[in-house]
């Protein structure tokens, strides 16, 4: 939140921060860390959205991990992520520039999901699923939106990439394969 408000005080801020893929080319490799932590400065819904994910599913699995384990997981799953898109922006040649916390907060809900399995989801309050089922569907949705360019201002492609690197996670560091957790064995 921080942030966002110096981004509104001080506009460059962002540009200094955001994932630019030219300027990590000329040496800027700091924004595959803090692009996580800027947000759109026109639109407080793009925070809001992030930080309310990450409260409603955050708190939970830094319960269950660890605070230290949950700050390593976050920062490593959205790096990841984060570097993912920029190999793909990079030898695609595509000038997107890349803020926001959502592809670590797509890895937060794969941990959710996984350690939480039965666990109920109020999609806009009113339609309940099992969390591994809304973030599996989520994931399909980021894939289909990635595959026909729907809503193309959005980085479709590090959401899926914060999920790739969260479930990579899981299996590296926990020996935990989120599927079988998400069937509950």
């Known amino acids: 939140m921080l942030v966002f408000l110096a981004q509104r005080l ?7 921060l955001a994932m630019n893929p030219y300027l990590i080319i000329e040496g800027w490799v700091w924004q595959f ?13 793009h925070i809001l959205f992030n930080m309310l994910g990450l409260f409603i599913f955050g708190i939970q699995v830094e319960r ?12 490593v799953t959205g790096t990841l992520a984060g570097i993912l898109s920029f190999a ?3 030898f695609t040649n595509s000038p997107a520039i890349l803020l926001g916390a ?17 666990a109920i989801i109020y999609i806009w309050g009113i339609i ?21 360019g729907i809503q193309s201002r959005v980085a479709h492609l590090t959401h899926l990439f914060g999920f790739a690197a969260g479930w990579l996670y ?6 935990i394969n989120p599927w079988q957790a998400f069937r509950g064995r």
Not at 33 to 45: G, L, N, W
Not at 102 to 118: K, N, T
Not at 128 to 148: C, H, I, K
Not at 170 to 175: H, P, T, V, Y
């Open 102 to 118: 959502s592809g670590a907060l797509f890895a937060v809900e794969l941990a959710f999901a996984a350690f939480f399995p039965d």
């Open 33 to 45: 860390v803090t692009y996580m932590f800027v947000h759109d400065p026109r639109s407080f819904t």
């Open 170 to 175: 899981f299996l590296i560091r926990f020996r």
């Open 128 to 148: 309940p699923l099992r969390a591994p089922v809304m973030v599996l569907g989520f994931t399909a949705l980021e894939l289909f939106f990635s595959m026909t």
């Open 10 to 16: 001080i506009p460059w801020i962002t540009g200094l």
């Open 88 to 90: 793909v922006y990079h």
């Open 64 to 75: 269950r991990m660890g605070s230290r384990e949950f700050l390593l997981y976050y920062f």
